[in-house]
């Protein structure tokens, strides 16, 4: 199977191609990734030099290189990941999750309307439900009620992928998944951030009383979702995809505290995230039933793994933590200490 992958520089994407390459003989690559902040083609270094495989450094907003991509190379299906994916940044900054998130998954749409392509798989989030009170799940019927401009972006492109189905018959369908972890993630993350922190001794900062729920998934039994999906997703239909494993933020701080051998004095309490959503939670019966996928990894396990991951890749972790990353830290969290600071001396906390 030939497959345009977007963003396969990030997280999750490279994940995707390292997974897929590695495992199916059949499959081949080409990678459109425009490399932001969070894309590191040191993610695909080892399958740099796989012949099945081929980076593309471009914008998915530039309509001409898609369209020219398409066309020359005929994918069977578009894999698109390319996003603006933080949700701090998306407050700090709304326009690029509006550009990226919005009018780039509209240019690909249009691009694989016109060069009639075969399947195309949007990878969403289980942020497009919003916060949801106990003991509430949702299923792909569930309304929407993002918070964030991140979430919200991610929605609206939710929608215009299903109208493309519905107008046009693109044959488009959308996952959504729950909080992925797992080597390879950019440390502005949770898991990835105290995780590193921890390792160089610095404070970990916990949004509000940290005791929001997030469902966890390993980032691998995400990309198994993704496969599953696109070998037997029906069209126009949503899927999600979740962990399992739903654990408030503080536990997975203690967990990754102890794990390190780090004392918890580390933990320090800073502002809350704005809009911040207490609980997300996720059915995931529709995709057990049509595909047979199911997570595979335990949180504990996936998370030793990832640890140690981030022990071992010293250097990544170093040459990722530097120029804009320090910037986008001191921003967000020294801003938050202080507004903190001002609230607790007023009498406020
Ligand atoms: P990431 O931030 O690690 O990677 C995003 C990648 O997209 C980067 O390589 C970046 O360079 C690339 N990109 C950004 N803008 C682009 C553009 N205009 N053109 C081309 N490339 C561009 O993100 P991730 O965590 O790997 O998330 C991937 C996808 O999965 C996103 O769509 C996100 O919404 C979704 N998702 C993420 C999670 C999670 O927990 N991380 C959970 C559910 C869904
Ligand atoms: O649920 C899926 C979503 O998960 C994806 O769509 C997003 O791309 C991904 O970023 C993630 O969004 P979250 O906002 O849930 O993830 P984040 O890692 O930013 O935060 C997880 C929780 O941890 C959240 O409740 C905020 C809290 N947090 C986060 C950071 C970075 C802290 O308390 N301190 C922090 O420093």
Not at 257 to 276: C, M
């Amino acid at each position: 199977m030939k497959l345009l992958v977007t963003g396969g520089a990030g997280f999750i994407g490279s994940a995707f191609i390292r997974l897929s390459l590695g495992t199916d003989p059949e499959v081949e690559i080409l990678n459109l990734d425009k490399l932001s902040y969070a894309g590191n083609l040191e993610n695909l270094e080892p399958v740099r030099q796989n012949p099945r495989y081929a980076f593309v450094h471009g914008d998915i907003c530039d309509a001409a290189l898609v369209n020219s991509l398409l066309e020359k190379h005929r994918p069977e299906a578009i894999v698109h990941f390319a996003a603006e994916s933080h949700v701090d940044r998306s407050i700090f900054s709304p326009s690029p999750a509006f550009e990226t998130n919005l009018r780039g998954t509209f240019t690909l749409l249009e691009a694989a309307r016109i060069q009639r392509i075969g399947r195309f798989l949007h990878v969403s989030t289980d942020e497009v439900y919003g916060s949801l009170a106990p003991p509430l799940e949702a299923d792909e019927n569930f309304p929407l009620n993002p918070s964030s401009p991140y979430s919200a972006s991610k929605a609206g492109s939710d929608l215009l992928a299903r109208s493309y189905f519905l107008t046009y018959h693109l044959p488009v369908v959308v996952t959504r998944a729950s909080n992925n972890y797992g080597p390879y993630q950019f440390p502005e993350k949770l898991i990835p951030l105290m995780i590193t922190n921890a390792l160089s001794d610095r404070s970990l900062p916990v949004y509000g009383d940290g005791m929001q729920l997030r469902d966890w998934l390993y980032v691998e039994d995400h990309c198994r979702g993704i496969w599953a999906v696109l070998k037997k997703g029906r069209d126009g239909e949503i899927y999600n995809i979740g962990g399992n494993r739903s654990l408030p933020n503080l536990e997975v701080i203690r967990m990754i505290l102890a794990a390190t051998g780090k004392p918890e004095s580390l933990i320090q309490t800073v502002q809350d995230r704005p809009g911040h959503d207490r609980r997300y939670a996720l059915s995931s019966e529709k995709i057990a039933r049509e595909t047979g996928w199911q997570p595979l990894v335990r949180f504990e396990g996936g998370l030793a793994k990832t640890i140690d991951w981030y022990q071992r890749n010293s250097g990544w972790v170093h040459r990722v933590r530097s120029g804009e990353y320090l910037k986008y830290y001191a921003q967000n969290y020294e801003n938050r200490q202080a507004e903190l600071r001002s609230v607790t001396d007023a009498g406020g906390r």
